[in-house]
């Protein structure tokens, strides 16, 4: 039995505001975030449906989570919606990272600025890994090799994105057209 | 700086836009190499810690393309750039995105669902990966491999709690800062 998701934003207004509160908090990286705000607190998306529309979305060129607002929005309200999730993700925390910015270049002789970013950094990649680890959960068994493959390629050995993909996607994929229906 | 400068550099960005397959930083090699050596409009260490900055505060990481085009050429730097390298992608990733739903039942796009989900998970475990390499290196700089240790336990434990209860992430990176501080 798959859980089925629940109806998503009513307006454009509200998916703006989910975006931007989305954005606007999300420390360390907007994916775990997006993971609890879009599949655990609104639902708007089941484990299945993230995992594929984020699956796209890094297919795609352009960041990631920008690809991701993009695509829900469209779903919702088609290109009007893609604009309007994109703006959403990005007007507020440009105005934040840009302030930010002009605050740092006070402080950034602080010593403990600088150690607590680290620190912050360090915290950050285990959400991150956390969110990999959740999601897998929904995924079966027997395509997992892919990721492992995907994971000790690019983050392991550190070789460029782009041509791990140009290797695994169509490897991948040619797999998968052996076990789908015609 | 001027505009048509301005506009030089946006035009540049467009380009790698269509680029930036797994994300903005993917790029950032080629954006330092164009900004700070070919053209000289930002120093190195102006260049690092955007990036910096824009990992640590909320948001996607992508904006440290407007860090970058506020020192460039101020706020019209700043939105100009930050276009420049999202539209393009963008426009791709909509008009790809259409056909795929029109052919939801066709056998490549379901082979194409089936397939490219571990990868996207397999991405996502590398990119934390990555991140928690940068903070270890960062803090064993700084105070040597006890400190280097200490960043690669407190990513564990940020993990294992992450996956075991549902507090709200900020706790953790406060309290990864708060570590931070008190280690190094």
Redo the contacts between chains.
């Keep these: 039995m798959t859980p089925e998701s629940a109806p998503g934003p009513k307006s454009l207004l509200e998916l703006f505001l989910a975006f931007t509160s989305l954005a606007s908090q999300s420390f360390g990286g907007v994916l775990p975030w997006a993971h609890r705000m879009l599949v655990e607190r609104r639902k708007w998306l089941t484990r299945e449906e993230f995992v594929e529309l984020l699956a796209f979305a890094q297919l795609m060129p352009g960041p990631n989570i920008c690809n991701l607002a993009l695509l829900l929005g469209a779903r919702y309200f088609g290109w009007r919606g893609a604009v309007v999730g994109l703006l959403g993700m990005l007007v507020l925390p440009a105005i934040v990272v840009v302030s930010i910015g002009v605050l740092y270049s006070e402080f950034s002789s602080v010593p403990v600025v600088r150690h607590a970013v680290i620190g912050m950094g360090a915290a950050a990649a285990g959400l991150i890994m956390g969110t990999a680890i959740k999601l897998a959960r929904s995924q079966s068994k027997r395509w997992l090799g892919f990721g492992v493959l995907a994971f000790v390629a690019v983050g392991v050995l550190r070789l460029p994105v782009g041509w791990v993909m140009l290797v695994l996607v169509p490897a991948a994929v040619a797999l998968a057209w052996q076990f789908e229906k015609p | 700086m001027n505009l048509l400068s301005l506009l030089e550099v946006a035009l540049y960005f467009c380009f790698l ?8 930083l ?1 790029v950032s090699s080629d954006m330092n190499r164009f900004l700070v050596t070919e053209k000289g409009y930002l120093t190195h260490a102006q260049f690092t ?2 990036i ?13 393309v ?2 970058l085009g ?2 460039v050429g101020g706020l019209p730097g ?1 939105i100009l750039l ?1 276009i420049a390298i ?1 539209l ?3 426009l ?3 008009y ?3 056909w ?2 029109g052919n939801l039942q066709t ?2 796009v ?23 390499w ?3 290196v ?2 064993g700089a ?1 105070a040597g491999l006890p400190a280097q240790v200490g ?2 336990i ?10 075991a209860t ?1 507090i709200n ?2 706790w ?2 406060a ?7 008190l ?2």
């Design positions: 836009s269509l680029l930036t397959v797994g994300g903005g993917t810690e955007s910096a900055l824009a990992q640590a505060a909320p948001g996607p990481n992508i904006l440290f407007a860090l506020w020192q700043a930050q999202v393009p992608s963008s791709l990733a909509y790809a995105n259409r795929r739903t056998r490549i379901r082979a194409t669902r089936t397939g490219l989900s571990p990868l996207a998970i397999g991405f996502t475990l590398s990119g934390g990966w990555v991140v928690a940068g903070a270890a960062g803090a700084l960043m690669g407190l990513t564990a434990v940020t993990l294992v709690i992450a996956l549902r992430p900020l953790l990176i309290f990864g800062g708060l570590a931070g501080v280690i190094l």
